[in-house]
């Protein structure tokens, strides 16, 4: 399926679902986790770590909060204090496109799942997010967003979103 990159803070995006870049624990800490917790409020921590542990690549959702959507997939690419793999990142994404789907969803945000505290090197997780979506086959999602939340990842994002769909 088609997805457009976009540039800034996840926490800040209007769409029917965020995915969150979890860990199998599902708690919620730094980065894009840290940032969805932040304006979220209280209660989605909490929400999260009821709903794990998960296994590695797998997906649990909760109530958005305080956030401009209806849900939040976490998607667990990496162990706690571990590191994601290539497999771990294609089946987080995966899961991820297929549980906003079963939602209904029609718009989700996905983040550079896998690839920030994770570990695992930027260019070649994006590519691996950018193969999922675009052989992703929807039911209801139409509008499929990549959001990097700097200039550099977001000309990566890009550069690779457009290898991938050209």
């Known amino acids: 399926m088609e997805f457009e990159v976009i540039q800034g803070d996840i926490a800040a995006q209007s769409a029917d679902a965020l995915v969150n870049a979890a860990n199998t624990s599902l708690r919620m800490g730094s980065g894009v986790a840290g940032a969805l917790k932040r304006a979220a409020g209280s209660g989605i921590d909490d929400e999260a770590v009821a709903k794990g542990p998960v296994e590695l690549g797998g997906v ?11 849900y939040v997939v976490h998607a667990a690419a990496m162990p706690p204090g571990g590191e994601s793999t290539a497999e771990s ?32 090197d930027f260019e070649d997780g994006i590519r691996i997010i950018c193969e999922e979506i675009a052989a992703f086959d929807p039911e209801s999602l139409t509008d499929v967003y990549l959001i990097a939340y700097d200039d550099e990842g977001f000309e990566t994002m890009q550069r690779v979103a457009d290898e991938v769909q050209a």
Do not use: F, Q, W
């Open 60 to 70: 649990a959702t909760t109530d958005a909060y305080d956030l401009d959507a209806e």
């Open 89 to 120: 990142i294609r089946d987080a994404t995966r899961n991820a496109l297929a549980e906003a789907d079963a939602l209904n969803c029609e718009s989700v945000v996905l983040p550079a799942i896998g690839c920030g505290i994770a570990g695992y």
